[in-house]
């Protein structure tokens, strides 16, 4: 006892209310520039200059604090009988169910209403994932009877008509009448409710600053920090807030907090600041504009787009994207990408990203970003096995060592459609073998780029590897191994992991083997000379695909244009133009940035990109209004 008398005495050594001068950099302000101004004056920084500040007390002596001399917390207003007052179990005009004495049965375990009081969180813990100094915060931590603050749990206050709990002092849980919102709240009775709200508001100034992204996103949390709280739960805590003044309670309670922890609630000091920063505020202020606009993942029809937030006095509502000076999409201000799609293959589109704030201000556009799509996709080779007459025109069986060949089957693929299949078993006995399944010609890999393979394989009994090879010295002629072959990149087929005859699946979709350079022969080789036992393999929807270099589109009136060397090894290029006349040349890089811009009346036009690091580029070239892109390789 001796140490709460100390700490009550060092109290009483403070100020009984707010300095002078406490309050004198919000003059003139409102809107949420007089919240932050407010939230700096409450905050727990010492700037050195004497004022007073708030300094956490912890937890614990929460506790003392609601015991002292004029705290607010204890029952000098109604019965004035010196108990604990407990919102959630006072009754204004009449006796209270049970009363606590302060430091008298603190919980603990609780079965019922009156068993015992805790320190109840008018902002849930929850949402700050208990930290401090928000924990321990004596201004929204008041003490409650443990039960009814087990009732409340973390359910946003509000207005119920249909209640599913009602505390011995008439505050209520049920589904929320207060228009925006339908869901479960907590309604104290009207003598409080003033409080509460004011409590509540307070929170929102003092920790603009200390929200983050890793508090719980909830039914009344907005998402960004000065805006703190959803409309909705603004304008009930605004109700309350004006329709029940200021007591001296509260007065009493805003005094003893001071003294306390050294800061004050600026809304029962001066309650028309609610008014000057949520009801009466003008907002003509835009937000910022958005920053580095850009795009990734580019493709023949869509593009990402991504940019930096913008900022606001207010808080950003949402962003607008404009696609060619037309509107064609907006996402909530948590979002800052998105993804463009429906696009035409080898197009140049413009890309400019808007934000709007709450007050539907709108911002100055982002900088202007040009990207070009990529062309579309060509198949350099498909063969699904349903025609087996017609698969010597993609792919060639040849055998080195036995009579055995791929064959050609009429199930056994995929969803057991027509396959090719190999076996290292004649007459039921196994014989050493050497099988080769060639593509019939060489593929270019030059004259495209982001080559991709797919097919599906399974396998049965066994541990035969099945090996995917590819190889610029074979010339269709004579036994493949006299010829050096290279395993396709980034793909490794697996041994059947049993070896038994269950049936293993091996299905790759759109693999990246565009270190391929050259032109190839792709292969499946099979070899069971060196003692594996065999496994019968199965392959199907065999697809190789690329991105073309060179577009087959024109100008309109039949312009045409020549681009070489492509790839340019020199890092020199030469575009011929079928007609005369200005010619404005750009080239860009995949993100859609331009790097250089040239004009040129000639007909026959040079350029050295020497200054370029090696790697694939978009040449625009426009004449007389129209535009035509290129893609360029530079090695």
Wanted: aromatic share 12%; proline share 4%; glycine share 6%.
């Amino acid at each position: 006892m001796k140490r709460y008398l100390l700490l009550l005495f060092v109290f009483n050594l403070c100020y009984a209310q707010s300095p002078e001068g406490y309050y004198s950099t919000t003059e003139g302000l409102s809107g949420y520039q007089l919240k932050t101004a407010l939230k700096i004056i409450i905050d727990d920084i010492n700037d050195g200059n004497g004022q007073p500040f708030h300094q956490d007390q912890g937890y614990g002596s929460l506790y003392i604090a609601y015991a002292s001399e004029n705290s607010g917390d204890t029952d000098d207003y109604f019965e004035n009988d010196g108990s604990l007052l407990d919102m959630y179990s006072e009754v204004t005009d009449g006796s209270e169910a049970y009363n606590y004495e302060h430091f008298q049965n603190q919980c603990g375990n609780y079965s019922n209403e009156g068993d015992c009081y805790n320190r109840e969180h008018l902002v849930p813990q929850s949402t700050f994932n208990s930290a401090s100094p928000m924990k321990n915060d004596y201004f929204h931590v008041v003490p409650s009877d443990g039960y009814v603050n087990g009732a409340r749990g973390s359910y946003p206050f509000g207005e119920v008509n249909n209640p599913t709990y009602i505390s011995s002092n008439g505050s209520k849980r049920g589904p929320n009448v207060f228009p925006g919102y339908s869901g479960t709240v907590f309604e104290p009775i009207d003598e409080f409710k003033g409080d509460i709200a004011r409590a509540v508001l307070y929170f929102a100034i003092r920790y603009e600053d200390e929200f983050n992204s890793s508090w719980k996103t909830n039914e009344v949390l907005a998402n960004n920090p000065q805006d703190f709280f959803v409309s909705w739960y603004i304008d009930l805590l605004l109700s309350w807030h004006n329709n029940d003044p200021v007591s001296q309670r509260e007065i009493d309670r805003n005094n003893n907090g001071f003294q306390f922890q050294g800061n004050r609630n600026p809304l029962i000091d001066n309650p028309d600041f609610a008014t000057r920063i949520w009801e009466d505020f003008t907002d003509n202020e835009p937000p910022s504009q958005p920053s580095n606009l850009q795009a990734d993942v580019i493709t023949n029809s869509s593009a990402n787009l991504s940019w930096g937030p913008s900022q606001d006095n207010i808080g950003v509502d949402k962003y607008i994207i404009e696609q060619d000076n037309v509107i064609i999409g907006q996402v909530s201000s948590s979002n800052t990408s998105y993804n463009v799609t429906g696009l035409s293959p080898e197009r140049l589109y413009n890309f400019r990203v808007y934000a709007i704030d709450r007050s539907g201000n709108l911002s100055e556009p982002s900088e202007n970003l040009e990207v070009v799509t990529l062309a579309n996709s060509n198949i350099l080779l498909w063969e699904d096995f349903e025609n087996c007459n017609t698969v010597s025109n993609n792919l060639t069986p040849i055998s080195e060592l036995s009579n055995l060949n791929w064959e050609c089957q009429t199930s056994y693929g995929k969803n057991n459609t027509q396959s090719y299949r190999m076996n290292a078993y004649e007459n039921g006995q196994q014989v050493p073998s050497k099988d080769w399944l060639i593509t019939s010609d060489k593929i270019n890999f030059e004259n495209h780029q982001v080559e991709k393979i797919s097919f599906w394989a399974s396998a049965s009994f066994g541990n035969t590897k099945l090996q995917l090879l590819y190889s610029s010295s074979y010339d269709g002629n004579g036994n493949p191994s006299n010829f050096n072959w290279q395993e396709v990149p980034n793909i490794n087929i697996p041994l059947h992991p049993q070896g038994n005859d269950d049936l293993f699946v091996y299905e790759v979709n759109t693999i990246d083997i565009s270190e391929i350079s050259g032109e190839v022969y792709i292969a499946f080789k099979y070899d069971t000379t060196n003692g594996e036992d065999a496994t019968r393999w199965t392959i199907d929807n065999l697809l190789i695909e690329g991105e073309q270099l060179l577009s087959n589109y024109t100008f309109k009136n039949r312009l045409e244009v020549l681009l070489y060397p492509n790839p340019s090894k020199n890092y020199k290029i030469q575009l011929d133009f079928n007609k005369s006349g200005l010619k404005t040349i750009e080239i860009y890089d995949l993100s859609g940035k331009i790097l250089l811009m040239r004009r040129t009346h000639l007909k026959n036009y040079v350029e050295n990109l020497s200054q370029f690091q090696s790697g694939t580029y978009l040449v625009r070239i426009k004449h007389e209004g129209n535009s035509l892109v290129r893609r360029l390789v530079l090695k």
